[in-house]
């Protein structure tokens, strides 16, 4: 949508200031109204994720994390999700498989389900962020909302500031949508100079950001101690690490059509959803609480205790929680695998770090999520950005641009955690 939007910009040199200056307050608008619909979302999931995990099962008389009620839980938020994606109009979207950050633009009677379906599995436990949900949401009304009251607008201008302002909500800064926006613009027919191109959905993000920012205030922050300079075993432990955990990311996506493609032949949500809920329970089971949820509260209590868990219990999580992020993505819950991804390699960096004492904890972490999510998004700028901005410590940002290097060989040109309609795979 970006790129669609860019093309359509004045030709030659910069943009005049008087077009830019229109596009100001209905970037802004975007930007507030895609936040507060994050936050909506984020907020009911949570506090039903509340309920289900506190005072039901203690008023049941049942252990909150036991291994009935994880099965319960998760086997139920299959069976909720199924039911909304089979009798809920739109069925909650395509197959969330198909989808990834750039989201298509959907018809305004598919975006209740979707949003209901997304609620359920935030609050059920399945291993999913809101990312791809809630961009395809706002993606979806801004371009509803938009040509109904702004019709002499482009139309593709809503999409891109939809989900410009979107992911800036979702990482509570604008730099994030920059990166995104770049990287979308790479190599693809621009008219006028980057700036102007990008200047209303930079907009859009700050405007969601810093809505996000006064109404939520979220934090990518670990808060791990800052790493101090880099010294040549530093470099090599991150080039490892890094390229690990790529390894390790790619044996998921590679796996990723064969697992969608079994559960597809249930040939029925209410089939596929409630197995995958079974699945997940019995994941959920052998790795415990914090290999559940979304992963980002689980990602800090992991941080916070870099030394509470033995290298064996930090590589069981690892593979436990990569394993429910296949599932739950193959099965058709709806979600995206970002925040997934960042608690596994959050895991396998603090496992480098228990087997390898000498490995600093913040180079263990940062190093991990960047190989991790190099993988499984195959979003160079959006894995470097989120590693860095994990830690409050400029050293990582060298450190992370050279472990980069050899984890991007080892992923790049090969499949993505993305599917076409046909089930194969994205390139």
């Known amino acids: 949508m970006v790129e669609d939007a860019a093309r359509q910009a004045p030709p030659g040199g910069a943009a005049p200031a008087r077009m830019l200056l229109r596009l100001v307050l209905p970037a802004a608008a975007v930007g507030v109204a895609a936040s507060l619909v994050f936050v909506g979302v984020s907020v009911a999931g949570e506090q039903l994720q509340r309920l289900l995990w506190g005072p039901l099962p203690e008023a049941l008389g049942v252990g909150r994390y036991s291994v009935l009620w994880v099965f319960v839980v998760l086997v139920a938020t299959g069976v909720a999700v199924g039911l909304i994606v089979w009798k809920v109009p739109g069925h909650a979207g395509p197959d969330p498989a198909t989808l990834g950050l750039n989201a298509p633009v959907m018809p305004p009677a598919v975006l209740p389900g979707l949003v209901l379906a997304t609620a359920s599995m935030l609050a059920g436990g399945p291993s999913l962020g809101p990312e791809n949900p809630v961009i395809a949401v706002n993606v979806g009304l801004a371009a509803w909302l938009g040509g109904r009251f702004l019709p002499r607008a482009q139309g593709a201008l809503w999409p891109a500031l939809a989900e410009s302002a979107t992911i800036g909500a979702l990482f509570g800064t604008p730099v994030a949508a920059a990166l995104v926006i770049s ?47 880099p010294h040549g075993k530093d470099l ?192």
């Not at 390229?243 to 044996?251: D, I, Q, R, Y």
């Open 183 to 229: 990287e979308a613009l790479a190599g693809r027919p621009m008219r006028g100079r980057l700036w102007d191109n990008l200047f209303a959905p930079l907009t859009a993000a700050a405007c969601g950001a810093a809505t996000t920012e006064l109404v939520f205030h979220p934090s990518l922050d670990l808060g791990l101690p800052p790493m101090g300079r």
């Open 236 to 427: 090599l432990a991150a080039v490892v690490i890094a390229s690990v955990a790529a390894v390790l990311g790619m044996c998921a996506v590679y796996a990723f059509p064969h697992v969608h493609r079994a559960f597809g032949r249930l040939g029925h949500p209410m089939l596929a959803l409630p197995a995958g809920g079974v699945v997940l329970g019995a994941l959920g089971a052998l790795g415990g609480p914090l290999t559940l949820f979304k992963g980002l509260s689980e990602t800090a209590e992991l941080a916070h205790h870099p030394a509470g868990w033995s290298a064996g219990q930090f590589a069981t999580m690892a593979v436990v929680k990569l394993a429910a992020l296949l599932f739950a993505a193959s099965c058709g819950f709806r979600g995206g695998r970002i925040f997934p991804a960042v608690f596994v390699g959050t895991a396998l960096g603090l496992c480098a770090h228990a087997l390898v004492p000498a490995v600093d904890p913040t180079l263990g972490v940062v190093t991990g999520v960047l190989g991790m999510l190099l993988a499984v998004t195959r979003q160079g700028w959006v894995s470097l950005f989120t590693a860095a901005a994990l830690v409050a410590s400029p050293a990582v940002i060298t450190v992370l641009c050279i472990a980069s290097l050899p984890a991007w060989l080892l992923v790049t040109g090969r499949p993505q955690m993305q599917l076409r309609e046909d089930g194969t795979a994205i390139r």
